[in-house]
């Protein structure tokens, strides 16, 4: 059970790190443009950008991670009672549940994060909810091209076998 636990909580560590590093490299190339477009000092400008891209993307992606953690839970314990779903509809929950957990997440961490660097968690919250939801959904299409990519090097080994 603790390995278990502990396999969780780094799958879950990886994601977010994943995650923040790739919106901090994202930060890091805005803040250098802004940085040449304004004439600013382009290593300060784009290391401050660089640096908020990542607080930001921590809170919104920690809390989606929780958000998602809760909502599988709650899903799960859902059906339990109700053995009678097919494996379309998990399928379409599936991606349901991925969508409302970014959208929490956006909510939840851009109300921290507008908080923290402005004061007003709800101007936070609305400018990320739909950030998250598209990093959603780039989850999924990236989800959907492994999994065909996976089944087209499966039918290719098999048509070598055959």
Do not use: W
């Not at 995650?19 to 300060?44: D, H, N, Q, V």
């Not at 908020?52 to 059906?79: D, H, K, N, P, Y």
């Not at 999924?140 to 089944?151: F, V």
């Amino acid at each position: 059970m603790t390995s278990k636990l502990l396999d969780d909580g780094l799958a879950v560590l990886d994601h977010l790190a994943a995650r923040a590093t790739a919106s901090a490299l994202a930060g890091l190339g805005c803040g250098a443009a802004f940085a040449t477009y304004k004439g600013y000092p382009i290593p300060k400008t784009s290391l401050s950008a660089s640096l908020s891209c990542a607080l930001v993307s921590t809170a919104c992606f920690s809390m989606e991670r929780l958000a998602f953690g809760v909502i599988t839970r709650a899903t799960e314990q859902l059906s339990n009672d109700d053995n009678s779903e097919s494996s379309a509809i998990k399928s379409r929950t599936n991606s349901n549940v991925l969508y409302a957990s970014h959208a929490l997440g956006g909510c939840f961490g851009g109300g921290i994060a507008g908080f923290l660097f402005q004061g007003h968690p709800f101007a936070g919250a609305f400018l990320l909810t739909p950030i998250m939801l598209c990093a959603g959904k780039m989850e999924l299409k990236l989800d959907e091209y492994k999994a065909e990519r996976l089944r087209q090097f499966v039918e290719d080994d098999n048509g070598r076998n055959s």
